[in-house]
């Protein structure tokens, strides 16, 4: 719900500070003012606020910018939790929209005191309030909300999730069938490379570990020569003379044969003995065998490098490393298979393509039957509504029409439109099109009242909704804005008293004028207040006692 606004330098306000809820506590709030007071201008600053369209020309006369800031407390499970989360913005438990332009026409947005764009404020403000009455295509206005608008009126999120379940396996299937046939075009015009490049690396045999393995192996033995040598050195040490594998041996026999008589005295030498004998005999095996496999083999390292260069041409030919050249072998040989086996598989996918139609198309037509009756329901709803707002000559009708295959989508295969004829005897028309603003509005309060609960915007502003009527019709209006606001808070600007005493709240929109300058402020209305502004709605300028026992009695009415 819209908690606050603070309006700066915007057309007629100078500075504005106003809460219009507490906590859960918002209901129906009234904004009334004599004709040209500015009510307009709130609606206006608003919108600026929402994302709308500005110019130089909102900014007050002789102030540098102008700026709006709306602040909203948002439920758990509202849609601007997902946008702000999708963009990276902080997520606060009030999400606050501010928005300035300057008197030269440029414009700063912001999310939360963090910069943003004006297409965000705009997508984040579609969530949060819709004002009906104007005459641009937003809100229930807008025919692309009317499909999403009947089924949530109808309860068909089961037949919903079903179409939409069977639509992403249609699209699937069909994604994996063309996939399939392009790779079958594909391998038919290079069948000849293909065959050619399979056997080529089924000859080589490449395995993922073969560049490393190979190049280790190569440097190995190109540095055989000098290892070699090393280790025949190393070996000559131990060998040289008796040998120190010989001495050790020697020595180790001397004290083992004396031992028992040291007393103990030559253990700790002996031990040593046979440890440094068994190092030493163990490093000289070990030398040897080095020795065995160090010996230079020309034959094997041209045969190494053989191996070598061929894998990395092979490589170099396929655009690949030389570790993905057994994966790619294996996608050729694949793609292969596919062509000598391509009809059966095609053949395969097309029926499963087709079988994943003919459920999606099942689940959408039970889904038109579904909407078919929710239409009905909803349509007898709305004219309920349309004889006590002075519409009775009026029809409402929720028009479904099948769409084209080509215009199928996971939200079905029905386009849904509101539409309306005004007078008996002429077609439906979009509900957008009807040219009286005044009408227009309780068309929309009609049609919202039966969606109260539809869509996430918390917050709903009617302007002049009950223009051209007065009395038992204006009362109507305001008793169905009183239904309507004990599910979302509703804003009106009225003229009307009847809507006015029903309000939970009042603001009175008051313009000063003097010589040299014009200003427009707000004020919440007190009981006194109130019984004050509905007397003067009832009489005009001058207020009288009858208007003020007037106004007492519509106010006790209300109560």
Known sequence: MLLSL??????????????????????????????????????DALGLALGARADSGAVRRGAAQASVAASFDLSKSHAAHAILAEQGLDDEDVLTLRRSVGADGRGRAFVNDQPASVALLRRLGETLVEIQGQMEQHGLLDIA????????????????????????????????????E????????????????????????PRPEDEETL????????????????????????????????????????????????????????????????????????????????????????????????????????????????????KMQGQLAALDDGEAGLKKLAEAAKAARTAYVAAAEAQAAARRKGAARLDKAVSAELGPLKLDKAKFVTELASLAEPDWSEAGTDRVQFTVATNPGTPPAPIARIASGGELSRFLLALKVCLAKVGDAATIVFDEVDSGIGGAT??????????????????????????????????????????????????????????????????????????????????????
């Open 182 to 205: 392009a790779a079958a075009a594909a391998a038919r015009r290079d069948e000849d490379f293909l065959r050619h490049a399979v056997k080529e690396l089924a000859a080589l045999s």
């Open 474 to 559: 204006a009362s109507a209006v305001g008793e169905r804005l009183k239904r309507l606001a004990k599910e979302v808070q509703v804003l009106v600007v009225t003229h009307s008293p009847q809507v006015a005493a029903i309000a939970d709240r009042h603001w009175l929109i008051r313009k000063t004028t003097t010589r040299t300058s014009a200003s427009t402020d707000v004020l919440s209305l007190d009981a006194k207040g109130r019984r004050e502004e509905i007397a003067r709605m009832l009489s005009g300028a001058e207020v009288t006692a009858e208007a003020r026992a007037a106004a007492d009695r519509l106010l006790a009415t209300a109560g």
């Open 215 to 330: 190049a280790a192996d190569r440097q190995l033995l190109r540095s055989g020569t000098a290892l070699g040598e090393a280790v025949a050195q190393a070996l000559g040490e131990l060998e040289q003379g008796r040998g120190a594998v010989a001495a050790l041996r020697a020595a180790h026999r001397l004290v083992e044969r004396n031992v028992d008589r040291a007393a103990g005295r030559l253990d700790a030498s002996l031990a040593a003995l046979e440890r440094a004998l068994g190092e030493a005999t163990e490093a000289q095996a070990q030398l040897e065998t080095a020795r065995e496999a160090l010996q230079f083999d020309p034959a094997r390292l041209e045969k190494i490098e053989e191996r070598l260069f061929a894998l990395r041409a092979a490589a170099r030919k396929h655009s690949v490393p030389v570790a993905e050249l057994a994966a790619l072998a294996e």
């Open 6 to 43: 603070s309006i700066r330098d915007f057309v007629l306000i100078e500075k504005l500070d106003l809460t219009l809820a507490h906590g859960a506590d918002c209901g129906l709030g009234a904004l009334t003012g004599e004709t040209g007071a500015g009510k307009s201008i709130l609606i």
């Open 145 to 180: 909300t009317h499909r999403a608008a009947l089924d949530a009126f109808a309860g068909l999120d089961k037949q919903a999730d079903a179409v939409r379940a069977a639509w992403r396996d249609w699209r699937q299937a069909e994604q994996a069938r063309a996939d399939a």
